[in-house]
C-alpha cells in the first residue's frame, strides 16, 4: 500500500499551528485526525485521514488517550465491542491506544454507552 506521507505532514503542521485545543470528556466518541502512520499502526481513512475514537483517559486539555475505533469486527481480545457509532457497528481497537494531542479532535460525535466503556477499559487493563 502506498501511503502519502507528504500530504500528511503538510496537514500535520497545520494542526499542530493551528493552536486550539478542544475540550473533552472521558468515554466520549470524537472524529479524530489520526494521520497516515507507519506499518501496522492504525491510520485515519479518507481524504483527511480521519477516524472516530473513543476518549479513555485526559490528562490535560491538550493531551489524552484515545483508542480508534474500526467498523471491521475480529474475534480476538484486541476487539471490543463498542456499540452502534453513527448507526455502525463499531469495534474498539485496544492494542492501539495512543497519546494524542487534542489539536487532533475535530468535533463529538456520542458519548459512549457506560457498560460498554467500563467493558472497553477493563480490556486494556487486561491487555496490560
Not at 494521520?35 to 480521519?50: K, L, M, R, Y
Not at 485496544?94 to 489539536?103: A, F, N
Request: hydrophobic share 45%; glycine share 6%; charged share 20%.
Amino acid at each position: 500500500m502506498i501511503k502519502d506521507f507528504d500530504f500528511w505532514n503538510e496537514r500535520k503542521q497545520y494542526l499542530h499551528s493551528k493552536g486550539c485545543n478542544l475540550p473533552y470528556h472521558v468515554g466520549e466518541v470524537w472524529w479524530c485526525y489520526l494521520g497516515v502512520n507507519i506499518g501496522f499502526e492504525e491510520d485515519g481513512t479518507g481524504f483527511n485521514s480521519e477516524r472516530p475514537v473513543v476518549i479513555i483517559r485526559g490528562f490535560s486539555l491538550e493531551v489524552c488517550w484515545v483508542i480508534p475505533l474500526s467498523t471491521s469486527k475480529k474475534i480476538n481480545p484486541y476487539y471490543v465491542h463498542a456499540g452502534l457509532v453513527e448507526n455502525r457497528p463499531a469495534f474498539a481497537m485496544i492494542s492501539q491506544i495512543r497519546l494524542i494531542d487534542t489539536k487532533r479532535l475535530i468535533n463529538v460525535i456520542t458519548v459512549m454507552d457506560t457498560l460498554l466503556f467500563v467493558a472497553i477499559k477493563q480490556a486494556v487493563k487486561d491487555l496490560l
